[in-house]
């Protein structure tokens, strides 16, 4: 995925979104989110939206493995 492709998604992920934009399973996409160091916005007890801005920082971070593909 490309940083613009990544501009062009919702301001708000669900989990499921960001496992697909990371390429990952849903089960260890919960596993990210869960952890304290990463940036969640919880919206009720069951409902977990990743802000897009903050998951484009975390990539940068270098805290993942992922990384943004070249254009």
Do not use: H
């Not at 969640?40 to 943004?68: E, M, Q, Y």
Request: proline share 6%; net charge positive; charged share 35%.
């Amino acid at each position: 995925m490309t940083e613009k492709q990544m501009k062009e998604l919702p301001e708000l992920l669900t989990v499921k979104e960001m496992a697909e934009i990371l390429e990952i399973r849903l089960n260890t996409a919960y596993q990210i989110v869960y952890k304290r160091s990463f940036p969640i916005l919880r919206i009720g007890p069951k409902k977990i939206r990743v802000p897009r801005c903050k998951l484009t920082d975390w990539i940068k971070s270098g805290r993942s493995k992922f990384k943004f593909d070249e254009g």
